[in-house]
Protein backbone atom coordinates (compact mmCIF):
# COMPACT_ATOMS: atom_id res chain seq x y z
CA UNK A 1 0.00 0.00 0.00
CA UNK A 2 2.73 2.81 0.79
CA UNK A 3 4.49 1.93 -2.57
CA UNK A 4 1.66 2.61 -4.53
CA UNK A 5 0.35 5.97 -2.44
CA UNK A 6 4.14 6.95 -3.00
CA UNK A 7 3.84 6.59 -6.52
CA UNK A 8 0.70 8.32 -6.51
CA UNK A 9 1.62 11.39 -4.72
CA UNK A 10 4.79 11.78 -7.08
CA UNK A 11 2.28 11.84 -10.25
CA UNK A 12 -0.08 14.13 -8.60
CA UNK A 13 1.88 16.39 -6.21
CA UNK A 14 1.86 20.07 -6.82
CA UNK A 15 5.25 20.28 -5.38
CA UNK A 16 6.61 17.71 -7.94
CA UNK A 17 4.28 18.96 -10.95
CA UNK A 18 6.16 22.43 -10.13
CA UNK A 19 9.92 20.91 -9.41
CA UNK A 20 9.34 19.10 -12.78
CA UNK A 21 8.58 22.58 -14.33
CA UNK A 22 11.21 24.21 -12.75
CA UNK A 23 13.90 21.63 -14.35
CA UNK A 24 12.05 21.52 -17.75
CA UNK A 25 12.49 25.19 -17.45
CA UNK A 26 16.05 25.00 -16.82
CA UNK A 27 16.72 22.26 -19.58
CA UNK A 28 15.04 24.30 -22.20
CA UNK A 29 17.72 27.32 -21.27
CA UNK A 30 20.70 25.23 -21.67
CA UNK A 31 19.66 24.09 -24.82
CA UNK A 32 21.07 20.85 -24.95
CA UNK A 33 19.79 18.72 -28.02
CA UNK A 34 17.56 15.97 -26.85
CA UNK A 35 19.39 13.36 -26.80
CA UNK A 36 22.20 15.08 -24.51
CA UNK A 37 19.26 16.41 -22.93
CA UNK A 38 17.89 12.83 -21.66
CA UNK A 39 21.97 12.12 -20.77
CA UNK A 40 21.98 15.15 -18.62
CA UNK A 41 18.78 14.19 -16.62
CA UNK A 42 19.46 10.81 -16.20
CA UNK A 43 23.25 11.83 -14.89
CA UNK A 44 21.02 14.51 -12.42
CA UNK A 45 18.30 12.91 -11.62
CA UNK A 46 19.58 8.83 -10.92
CA UNK A 47 23.40 9.67 -10.46
CA UNK A 48 24.00 7.64 -13.85
CA UNK A 49 24.08 7.74 -17.43
CA UNK A 50 20.93 5.79 -19.40
CA UNK A 51 22.29 2.62 -21.06
CA UNK A 52 21.45 2.77 -24.85
CA UNK A 53 18.16 0.63 -24.61
CA UNK A 54 17.00 3.40 -21.36
CA UNK A 55 18.03 6.39 -23.94
CA UNK A 56 16.33 4.62 -26.82
CA UNK A 57 13.13 4.33 -24.85
CA UNK A 58 13.42 7.65 -23.57
CA UNK A 59 13.88 9.69 -27.10
CA UNK A 60 10.93 7.12 -28.73
CA UNK A 61 8.45 8.33 -25.48
CA UNK A 62 9.45 11.72 -25.96
CA UNK A 63 8.75 11.64 -29.73
CA UNK A 64 5.33 9.36 -28.68
CA UNK A 65 4.03 11.87 -26.33
CA UNK A 66 4.43 14.88 -28.66
CA UNK A 67 2.75 13.53 -31.29
CA UNK A 68 -0.08 13.10 -29.35
CA UNK A 69 -0.08 16.46 -27.80
CA UNK A 70 0.07 17.67 -31.92
CA UNK A 71 4.26 18.96 -31.19
CA UNK A 72 6.33 18.65 -34.30
CA UNK A 73 9.56 16.59 -33.90
CA UNK A 74 11.15 19.87 -34.52
CA UNK A 75 9.57 21.71 -31.36
CA UNK A 76 10.12 19.06 -28.84
CA UNK A 77 13.30 20.98 -27.53
CA UNK A 78 12.11 23.71 -26.81
CA UNK A 79 8.37 22.51 -25.79
CA UNK A 80 8.17 22.69 -21.64
CA UNK A 81 5.52 20.67 -21.59
CA UNK A 82 6.78 17.44 -22.82
CA UNK A 83 9.94 17.95 -20.78
CA UNK A 84 8.59 18.91 -17.46
CA UNK A 85 6.87 15.27 -18.43
CA UNK A 86 9.77 13.79 -19.10
CA UNK A 87 11.06 14.96 -15.36
CA UNK A 88 8.01 14.17 -14.02
CA UNK A 89 8.41 10.19 -15.25
CA UNK A 90 12.10 10.16 -13.86
CA UNK A 91 10.71 11.25 -10.20
CA UNK A 92 8.33 8.62 -10.52
CA UNK A 93 11.03 5.77 -11.35
CA UNK A 94 11.95 3.35 -8.62
CA UNK A 95 15.22 4.30 -8.60
CA UNK A 96 14.49 7.97 -7.81
CA UNK A 97 12.02 7.26 -5.25
CA UNK A 98 13.70 4.57 -3.17
CA UNK A 99 17.23 4.70 -1.15
CA UNK A 100 19.27 1.49 -1.68
Keep these: LFRSAQSLTMLNA ?3 IDQSAKWAA ?13 RHMFEVGLSREPD ?4 SIALDYLSEHAAVQGIGA ?3 PGNAQIWQDFAQSLFCLKEFIYVR
Design 14 to 16: PFV
Design 26 to 38: ALIAEGLPSTQRV
Design 52 to 55: STEL
Design 74 to 76: ADI
